[in-house]
């Protein structure tokens, strides 16, 4: 059974940078795509960024682009998301998922494994 754990979380202030991780255990990650997602609170889960497990291509979603990356390391089995210049509308909890999809990567249903979530509230 694959578990995943995020980290990396916590208040952070307009402008400012947060990096996420998100630690694999359990299986062999090298193959799986991972996603992240966040849901600000009374709204619907929502696509940030992936990256496929064949060749590491990253997709992001139109708010991510150009201030977010995502970016795994297959060695240490773990996946991570840079915010840099976050603004208020990035409060959310955001969660990773990873699957053996090769499609589909910005929907959340095509995710069978999924960590608990860490919060980022970006406010000052």
């Known amino acids: 059974q694959m578990q995943l754990v995020e980290s990396g979380g916590g208040p952070v202030q307009p402008g400012g940078s947060l990096r996420l991780s998100c630690a694999a255990s359990?299986?062999?990650?090298?193959?799986?795509?991972w996603g992240w997602f966040r849901q600000a609170p009374g709204k619907e889960r929502e696509f940030v960024a992936a990256?496929?497990?064949?060749?590491?291509?990253?997709y992001y979603a139109t708010a991510a682009k150009d201030r977010f990356t995502i970016a795994r390391d297959n060695v240490n089995n773990t996946a991570y998301l840079q915010m840099n210049n976050l603004t208020s509308g990035a409060t959310a909890v955001y969660y990773c998922?990873?699957?053996?999809?090769?499609?589909?990567?910005?929907?959340?249903?095509?995710?069978?494994?999924w960590g608990q979530g860490t919060q980022v509230p970006v406010s000052s």
């Open positions: 990256i496929s497990g064949a060749g590491g291509r990253p």
């Open positions: 359990g299986r062999t990650f090298s193959s799986y795509a």
């Open positions: 998922a990873a699957d053996r999809s090769h499609s589909g990567f910005g929907d959340a249903n095509v995710y069978h494994y």
